[in-house]
């Protein structure tokens, strides 16, 4: 029962800066880093500016697929989503949920997928045809494992990947996922990607070796940004004639 005292003590509340904190899995064992509510709002409107890029504004439509201990960038997908308007659902990104994603993708029509795993392709390609699904949804988001499966039936699919702490999402260039260059220093040791936390950041972490291979490529993207892009060997965006 909601009494006045309990919200004059609940006026008196602080709210803690610290949101989450990130444990992600690193080269050498686990690596941990703080994430604030400032920092959620920094990359809720980072990812937005990506989202735009794909057409997503009001009135679309978005079906996003994602783990429950995703939290520390799905808070900020969500938000971003919110922020442009777009009307969601949210699907575990696990293979056993895959058919609440077959159902939201029926009944809601996206013109957006954002986060779909391999595990999530494998279990709908069960019981539909995963091409004509989604050849006609305009934008896919995949991790990328999911990328080469998508590609082998048809669907031309963006990356989107956790990487570490950090989130690279790909712009409709198809030349790599770009990372915020103010948040995180993305770099490359022996072909494995590395991420360390940016100056501005506010909470540090110095550069951790992944265990993902992959490249970095730097200089403007032909979408106008300079944040650097991630090709990722899982994606098969390493083919000879690039690296
Ligand atoms: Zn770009």
Not at 6 to 31: I, K, N, S
Not at 37 to 57: F, K, M, P, V
Not at 98 to 110: D, K, W, Y
Not at 138 to 164: D, E, K
Request: glycine share 10%; charged share 20%; net charge neutral.
């Amino acid at each position: 029962m909601t009494r006045a005292d309990t919200l004059a003590r609940a006026r008196e509340l602080d709210r803690p800066q610290l949101a989450y904190l990130v444990r992600f899995p690193t080269a050498h064992g686990t690596g941990e880093t703080d994430l604030t509510w400032a920092q959620i709002d920094h990359d809720t409107a980072w990812i937005a500016g990506r989202l735009r890029e794909h057409g997503l504004a009001a009135g679309r439509r978005a079906v996003l697929t994602a783990s429950g201990f995703e939290g520390f960038w799905c808070h900020a997908m969500i938000g971003a989503l919110r922020t442009l308007r777009v009307t969601y659902g949210i699907a575990e990104a696990m293979g056993w949920d895959h058919r609440r994603t077959a159902v939201f993708h029926r009944e809601l029509a996206p013109q957006a997928m954002i986060g779909l795993s391999a595990e999530t392709v494998e279990g709908l390609s069960g019981a539909a045809d995963v091409g004509e699904m989604f050849r006609s949804t305009s934008v896919v988001l995949a991790r990328p494992t999911a990328v080469p499966l998508l590609h082998a039936v048809g669907v031309s699919a963006c990356v989107l990947a956790p990487l570490g702490p950090a989130l690279a999402i790909e712009c409709p260039e198809r030349a790599g996922a770009h990372v915020d260059a103010a948040a995180w220093r993305i770099g490359e040791r022996d072909g494995q990607l590395t991420v360390a936390a940016a100056e501005g950041r506010g909470s540090p972490l110095a550069e951790t070796p992944l265990g993902v291979v992959g490249r970095v490529v730097t200089g403007r993207c032909g979408c106008g940004s300079d944040d650097p892009r991630v090709l990722f060997a899982e994606a098969n965006q390493l083919s000879p004639a690039r690296s």
